[in-house]
Nanobody
């Protein structure tokens, strides 16, 4: 059974940091590109960051670049999102996404809530 389980969300003050984790199982993790998406209330889901299957390349949305870092540990089947200098507008549900070559298979986690507020 394919599973993507996010953790690490919670309440943090503006300017603070948080690290999200996504534990994967049930598929060939090291052959999938991994991404983080987020969705704020009343807004469409947006791409936050992506990392290639070997971890050799990363990409970020402009508003997150320089503050967020995506990484993966293929030995642990886990992808991370380190979030620094958090802003209230970062408040959203953050989702883990896995995509196989050519997009033949795609999986989503349940999401974890991140709230940035003083």
């Amino acid at each position: 059974q394919v599973q993507l389980v996010e953790s690490g969300g919670g309440l943090v003050q503006p300017g603070g940091s948080l690290r999200l984790s996504c534990a994967a199982s049930g598929f060939a993790f090291n052959t999938y590109a991994m991404s983080w998406y987020r969705q704020a209330p009343g807004k469409e889901r947006e791409l936050v960051a992506t990392i290639t299957r070997g971890g050799t390349s990363t990409s970020y949305a402009a508003s997150m670049k320089g503050r967020f870092t995506i990484s993966r540990d293929n030995a642990k089947n886990t992808v991370y999102l380190q979030m620094n200098s958090l802003k209230p507008e970062d408040t959203a549900v953050y989702y883990c996404n896995a995509r196989s070559p050519f997009g033949k298979y795609e999986y989503w986690g349940q999401g974890t809530q991140v709230t940035v507020s003083s």
